[in-house]
């Protein structure tokens, strides 16, 4: 595995289809059909030593999303992995017909602001169950399922004007809840808000941005 910084990876021909978001390389092949979709998703599935470095595919009706990056103790970004993948995805996806639409592309960074910046980020850390960027870890948490958005921390000087702050909800199984809204509060959170518990709870860091705990409990 050799690092790839962005310029030299969209430099690197037969990766036209491809563009370079928060979160790694993303492409997007148009399809007709849930089957089109599927019969693509087996074709990438196929591709010689993929499961080696298996990117992240997302199938829905109309097409279907490729992501690729590198994750390595102390490195997360791009490698010559990478590289590889896509050029394979891509003679994959024209061997089926499949074309590519970089304007359905995009991605998510949720940013919390704070006077301490990464003072609140333990508290975040346990409220998501995320870990911490191996490359940053002083000021971005990840999904180690590698499903949801990442979160980087910002130091504040002052409040954002009109006083707002960021609000989430974070879904879960009813059975989990409890254990996450414990470990939250070990983190340095506190409870804002239980009036609708057990649906949810809403909970704040040290900066009053607020997570609320949710379930179905309670709603049906």
């Known amino acids: 595995m050799e690092p790839i910084n962005p310029s030299d990876f969209l430099a690197t021909p037969a990766v036209e289809d491809w563009r370079l978001l928060s979160d790694g390389a993303n492409a997007f092949f148009a399809t007709a059909s849930l089957a ?4 693509l998703l087996e074709a990438i599935a196929a ?3 993929i499961d080696e470095h298996p990117p992240a595919v997302d199938v829905r009706a109309d097409g279907v999303t490729v992501r690729t990056v590198t994750f390595e ?3 997360d970004g791009l490698s010559s992995r990478d590289l590889e993948v896509a050029r394979a995805v891509s003679s ?3 061997a089926l017909g499949c074309v590519a639409d970089p304007s359905r592309l995009q991605s998510l960074l949720v940013i919390p602001g704070a006077p301490g910046g990464t003072d609140v980020l333990p508290f975040w850390r346990a409220a998501l169950d995320y870990d911490q960027r191996p490359d ?3 000021e971005d948490l990840v999904d180690p399922r590698g499903r949801s958005t990442p979160f980087w921390f910002e130091r504040m000087k002052e409040a954002r004007g009109g006083g707002g702050a960021i609000h989430l909800a974070v879904w879960l199984p009813p059975e989990q809840a409890r254990a996450r809204i414990d470990a939250a509060l070990a983190a340095g959170g506190h409870i804002v808000r239980d009036d ?3 649906s949810w709870w809403t909970l704040a860091d040290a900066a009053g941005n607020e997570v609320d705990i949710s379930s179905i409990e309670g709603r049906i």
């Open 36 to 39: 089109e979709s599927v019969r």
């Open 47 to 49: 591709i010689p030593g």
């Open 73 to 75: 103790p102390g490195f």
């Open 92 to 94: 994959a996806a024209r």
């Open 136 to 138: 940053s870890p002083d």
């Open 196 to 198: 609708f518990a057990p």
